[in-house]
């Protein structure tokens, strides 16, 4: 019994949660932040984990990242006095949504510790195999 | 040594600390994508294909067979039941941690059995004393 595979699983979930904690973190962080010197307004991103056929066995499927971005319309705010206001005083900023961003960060940090747990489990499970037929 | 109940128990154990720790690795992979599009959680059947073999293991008259039928039993990969849209999709990850701490504690039970196990082959071999 390879219990390293175990082990990646549990990690494997461990890095995807908490590269949607940096994808949160950065989506809340240029919620307000407004078009760069080329025009370029930030987007929202997303991550979206597949489950991968990996380590060659269909027993064990780790999860796979991917980071897409949410192609949505930019959020026009009414701010006739800001500098970068278009003719009718609107100002374009990205379409982040606060609820959608703390459930994520919420389910991110509840799903880390889950995987966190089943990695100890495996680490109980492995030590206690070593213990067989010890005095 | 190698005949009888002797045997059985060992190969039992083993049969069972090995389903446990594929179960392990199934927990860990449902877990770990519990935030996975269109994943599906798994589970290993098990007990119901042991429950198969246990006729025979029960009975005495065929301790020879038991071997032999404890061998036909493989733990099998299974898919949990997906309700109607939106009842039961994904992983529940409550539930998982239910079946996780069960299983390791369903582990150690196995190992501690096994190591009962050795120590009456111990004491047997030292002629009961020390």
Known sequence: ?135 | MDSGAEAVTSQLVRLALDAASMRHRLIAGNIANAHSEGFRPRRLDFERQLAGAREVLLDRTQVASSSRALSAVRPTLAYDNVGPVGERQGVRVDEQMALLAMNTLHYQALTTALNKKIAILAAAISGGGR
């Open chain 1, 1 to 135: 019994m390879n219990y390293f595979s175990a082990f990646e699983i549990s990690a494997s979930g461990m890095a995807f949660e908490r590269l949607r904690l940096d994808v949160t973190a950065m989506n809340l962080a240029n919620a307000n932040s407004v078009r760069d010197a080329q025009g370029n307004l930030y987007q929202p991103v997303r991550v979206v984990g597949k489950a991968g056929r990996s380590f060659g066995n269909y027993l064990q499927q780790a999860v796979v990242p991917h980071i897409v971005a949410a192609a949505q319309a930019p959020r026009l705010v009414h701010e006739p006095n800001h500098p970068l206001a278009d003719a009718q005083g609107f100002i374009a900023m990205p379409n982040v949504n606060p609820v959608d961003e703390m459930l994520n960060l919420v389910t991110a940090v509840r799903g880390y510790e889950a995987n966190v747990r089943a990695m100890n489990a495996a680490r109980t499970m492995a030590l206690r195999a070593l213990e067989i037929g010890a005095r």
